[in-house]
């Protein structure tokens, strides 16, 4: 990723300096303008915007500790991905060092970095983002700044991955089970394809019922939590006959069971998120 970032920068008319703790890795740079320093002070002395992209937090702070000094009224970017707690620790560290931070959160592979389609999250102070917002175009179309809560970045950002992870969970054990009945895969996929605007539709209407505490079974619900459980547990007997790995099925069994005990089952299934918070 630090490798896709450098280039953007520099591809986009920036004067770029990298460091790597393996130097052979940034080396290739040099070719394309980019100039390969060889220590963490020696890249962030003549930098006006420090950006940060190694592998987690702890690492990060343990590089920059000793050369918080260096980094004083500098502009740090933070892109790596952590936690909210993680992002305000490391803020609190920045200001007690006279240090400029946003954090960021970085929603695409390497492969889009500089794209149109590019999406990075920042959060921290308005004003610092503004005034970098030309430099954070050129890593992609989509700079967004998210809030003056500098843990923001990160929490939407985890916010959607647990969205993606949940769905390519979801198509794994999909693929598990039409393999064991023999269903061709790309048929599924075209199937998929097709339900997706139903699929769009209820996780919408779920977040709209959430944050309206819109529980109850109204005009507009689709399916009641009883109906929409007892097709989880039908999943759950198939996949148990072709031993499917049940870790998914029993999660969604703990989550509706705890609707259902409730007394919830003819609420809309949007009351199953009620379970997710107790
Ligand atoms: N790849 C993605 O699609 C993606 C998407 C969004 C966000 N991110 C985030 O971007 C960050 C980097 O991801 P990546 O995919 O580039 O991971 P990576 O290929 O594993 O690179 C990790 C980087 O951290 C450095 N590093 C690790 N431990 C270190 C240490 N103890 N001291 C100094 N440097 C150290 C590595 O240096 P060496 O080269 O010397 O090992 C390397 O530059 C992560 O926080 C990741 O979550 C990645």
């Given at each position: 990723?630090?490798?896709?970032?450098?280039?953007?920068?520099?591809?986009?008319?920036?004067?770029?300096?990298?460091?790597?703790?393996?130097?052979?890795?940034?080396?290739?740079?040099?070719?394309?303008?980019?100039?390969?320093?060889?220590?963490?002070?020696?890249?962030?002395?003549?930098?006006?915007?420090?950006?940060?992209?190694?592998?987690?937090?702890?690492?990060?702070?343990?590089?920059?500790?000793?050369?918080?000094?260096?980094?004083?009224?500098?502009?740090?970017?933070?892109?790596?991905?952590?936690?909210?707690?993680?992002?305000?620790?490391?803020?609190?560290?920045?200001?007690?060092?006279?240090?400029?931070?946003?954090?960021?959160?970085?929603?695409?592979?390497?492969?889009?970095?500089?794209?149109?389609?590019?999406?990075?999250?920042?959060?921290?102070?308005?004003?610092?983002?503004?005034?970098?917002?030309?430099?954070?175009?050129?890593?992609?179309?989509?700079?967004?700044?998210?809030?003056?809560?500098?843990?923001?970045?990160?929490?939407?950002?985890?916010a959607i991955?647990i969205v993606l992870?949940g769905s390519?969970?979801g198509t794994?054990?999909a693929?598990?089970?039409?393999?064991?009945?023999?269903?061709?895969?790309?048929?599924?996929?075209s199937a998929l394809g097709a339900t997706m605007p139903v699929v769009e539709g209820a996780l919408k209407d779920s977040l709209d019922r959430i944050a309206k505490r819109r529980f109850a079974a109204d005009e507009t619900t689709a399916s009641s939590v009883?109906i929409c459980?007892?097709s989880a547990?039908?999943?759950?007997?198939?996949?148990?006959?072709?031993?499917?790995?049940?870790?998914?099925?029993?999660?969604?069994?703990?989550?509706?069971?705890?609707?259902?005990?409730?007394?919830?089952?003819?609420d809309d299934v949007a009351a199953v998120y009620?379970?997710?918070?107790?």
């Amino acid at each position: 990723m630090g490798f896709a970032l450098a280039l953007g920068f520099v591809e986009r008319g920036h004067s770029v300096t990298v460091w790597n703790r393996t130097a052979s890795k940034a080396k290739p740079l040099e070719a394309r303008g980019v100039r390969v320093a060889s220590s963490v002070e020696d890249a962030i002395a003549d930098a006006e915007i420090v950006v940060g992209n190694v592998n987690d937090y702890p690492t990060s702070a343990a590089l920059l500790s000793p050369v918080a000094r260096a980094l004083r009224h500098k502009l740090f970017v933070q892109l790596a991905t952590g936690t909210p707690r993680q992002a305000k620790e490391a803020a609190a560290w920045a200001r007690e060092h006279e240090i400029r931070y946003l954090d960021g959160a970085i929603m695409a592979t390497p492969n889009f970095i500089g794209q149109p389609g590019c999406t990075i999250l920042y959060s921290g102070e308005k004003a610092l983002f503004d005034e970098s917002s030309s430099v954070f175009a050129a890593l992609g179309g989509n700079a967004l700044w998210v809030g003056a809560d500098i843990g923001h970045a990160s929490a939407l950002d985890a916010a959607i991955l647990i969205v993606l992870w949940g769905s390519l969970f979801g198509t794994w054990h999909a693929a598990a089970i039409c393999e064991a009945e023999g269903f061709p895969l790309d048929a599924f996929a075209s199937a998929l394809g097709a339900t997706m605007p139903v699929v769009e539709g209820a996780l919408k209407d779920s977040l709209d019922r959430i944050a309206k505490r819109r529980f109850a079974a109204d005009e507009t619900t689709a399916s009641s939590v009883d109906i929409c459980h007892a097709s989880a547990r039908l999943i759950q007997e198939m996949s148990k006959e072709h031993r499917i790995h049940p870790g998914l099925t029993e999660a969604l069994e703990t989550i509706f069971g705890r609707a259902t005990i409730a007394g919830r089952g003819a609420d809309d299934v949007a009351a199953v998120y009620q379970g997710m918070r107790e």
